[in-house]
Structure formats: structure tokens, C-alpha cells
């Protein structure tokens, strides 16, 4: 069975920063791509970022390229985001998210089987 299970979230001040973690279970964590979503209340899925089985960065969304970083621990099963100069449009419950099949995604939307339940980040002053 597989079990997504982010942390890490919490309020930060504009300009602060925060680590995501995603600790996965009940599937070959290695040898899938990997993407972290995420949504703000009244608004659509955004795809933020996603990462390759190799470690390879598959995609950044405009919004956070430059400012997030996208990384993985294939020992230790985690998907990580690390996320810097944090605005207020930040302000989401993030997702990460595991795909279908082990398949190398070039362009979103990725075809997810499973979602974690959340991490929320509120960034305010």
C-alpha cells in the first residue's frame, strides 16, 4: 500500500524559508519520478516541481524556479523541497505526489496514482 507522508510545513515570514519532507512507503521509492503540487484555497492544482528516478530535476514551475529546490534521499525514501525568499503567494497546502507508472514525464500534468495529504505553509508577517 502506498503511504505519502509530507511534514515540514508551518508560517513563515516573507523572505523566510522551510523545508518540505515527504517520507514514502509500499512501493520501489528509486525507481519513480517523484513531483510535489500544490493548491491555495479557491485555486486549481499548481505543479511546482518534480524529479526524476536519477535524480535528474524534471521541471520547475515559473513561480518557484529560481527560489525552490526540488531534491530526493533514495536511501531513506524521502522527497524533499527546500523553499527560500518565500512570498505570501506561497501560501498553499503542498502535495507530493507519485505517478502511475515508472515512466519519465517530460511535461505536466504528470499522471498521479497517489497524493499524501498535505503539508500546509501559510507565509505572513
Known amino acids: 500500500q502506498v503511504q505519502l507522508v509530507e511534514s515540514g510545513g508551518g508560517l513563515a515570514q516573507p523572505g523566510g524559508s522551510l523545508r518540505l519532507s515527504c517520507v514514502a512507503s509500499?512501493?520501489?521509492?528509486?525507481?519513480?519520478?517523484m513531483t510535489w503540487a500544490r493548491q491555495a484555497p479557491g485555486k486549481g492544482l499548481e505543479w511546482v516541481a518534480g524529479?526524476?528516478?536519477?535524480?535528474?530535476?524534471?521541471y520547475y514551475s515559473d513561480s518557484v524556479k529560481g527560489r525552490f529546490t526540488i531534491s530526493r534521499d533514495n536511501v531513506k525514501n524521502t522527497l524533499f523541497l527546500q523553499m527560500n525568499s518565500l512570498k505570501p503567494e506561497d501560501t498553499a497546502r503542498y502535495y507530493c505526489?507519485?505517478?502511475?507508472?515508472?515512466?519519465?514525464?517530460?511535461?505536466?500534468?504528470?499522471?498521479?496514482?497517489?497524493w499524501g495529504r498535505g503539508a500546509q505553509v501559510t507565509v505572513s508577517s
Open positions: 509500499g512501493f520501489p521509492f528509486m525507481d519513480y519520478a
Open positions: 524529479i526524476y528516478s536519477d535524480d535528474r530535476i524534471a
Open positions: 505526489g507519485k505517478p502511475a507508472d515508472r515512466g519519465t514525464y517530460l511535461y505536466t500534468p504528470w499522471p498521479i496514482e497517489s
